[in-house]
């Protein structure tokens, strides 16, 4: 079945480690994205590609650094610079920038600094 | 910037319609809508875009004013399985990206 699948599901941290989050897509899409989701909060933007080895900020990228080497993958890593990075993390995709198809998410990780 | 979703919660009996909102200072190529449960990936609703195109796949009409930038979700005789946060995503600009409000969190009640 064509899905977009993250890994770990849940994953805890101690403070000061980078931890990288995986995003695996085999719809063949174009763009993926990274979201940000605090409890009770909308969906922010941290990172987003259109295309392979190009990829650009979102609203809240600082502590955040992203790669796209396969049009396939989309890892995410968050980095000790972030200051408050316990949240749920979703990542999605789209065939194009999300002009005019809709975004497929992943089920998300959530992640917790201990 | 982030479009601005409102109410932010709202509340109905099973049967009631409601009204959310979605507004933009930004020029849109599109309005997309998803419902989010707890705990779960978004799922896509519909997608409005400019010139007034639309594509969904649920019980659940929208409407998009291009000159406004603004976009409203109708849902008409609710169920119970409406229950959720509700959010829009905005494309513009040059970019491209997909971005979304803080959401809307309705409760259908028996």
């Known amino acids: 079945d064509g899905g977009i699948t993250q890994s770990p599901k849940y994953l805890f941290r101690k403070e000061g480690q980078n931890v990288t989050l995986s995003c695996e897509q085999n719809?063949?899409?174009?763009?993926m994205y990274w979201y940000r989701q605090d409890p009770g909060q909308g969906l922010r933007l941290i990172y987003y590609?259109?295309?392979?080895?190009?990829?650009q900020k979102g609203d809240i990228a600082e502590g955040y650094s992203v790669s796209r080497e396969k049009k396939e993958s989309f890892p995410l890593t968050v980095t000790s610079a972030q200051k408050n990075p316990t949240a749920f993390y979703l990542c999605?995709?789209?065939?194009?920038?999300?002009?005019?198809?809709?975004?497929?998410f992943g089920q998300g990780t959530r992640l917790t600094v201990v | 910037q982030q479009p601005v979703q409102s109410p932010q919660a709202v509340i109905l009996r099973e049967g009631e319609d409601a009204v959310i909102n979605c507004s933009s200072s930004?020029?849109?190529?599109?309005v997309h809508w998803y419902r989010q449960k707890h705990g779960e990936a978004p799922v896509f609703l519909m997608i409005?875009?400019?010139?007034?195109e639309q594509k969904g796949h649920e019980k659940i009409s929208a409407s998009f004013n291009e000159k406004k930038q603004q976009s409203s979700l109708y849902l008409t005789a609710s169920q119970l399985s409406y229950s959720g946060t509700y959010f829009c995503?905005?494309?513009?600009?040059?970019?491209?990206?997909?971005?979304f409000g803080s959401g809307t969190q309705l409760t259908v009640l028996p």
């Open positions: 995503g905005t494309v513009s600009g040059s970019a491209r990206q997909l971005t």
């Open positions: 590609s259109q295309i392979v080895n190009d990829f």
């Open positions: 719809l063949n899409h174009d763009a």
């Open positions: 930004k020029a849109l190529y599109s």
């Open positions: 999605a995709s789209s065939t194009t920038g999300g002009m005019n198809t809709e975004a497929f």
């Open positions: 409005l875009l400019k010139g007034g």
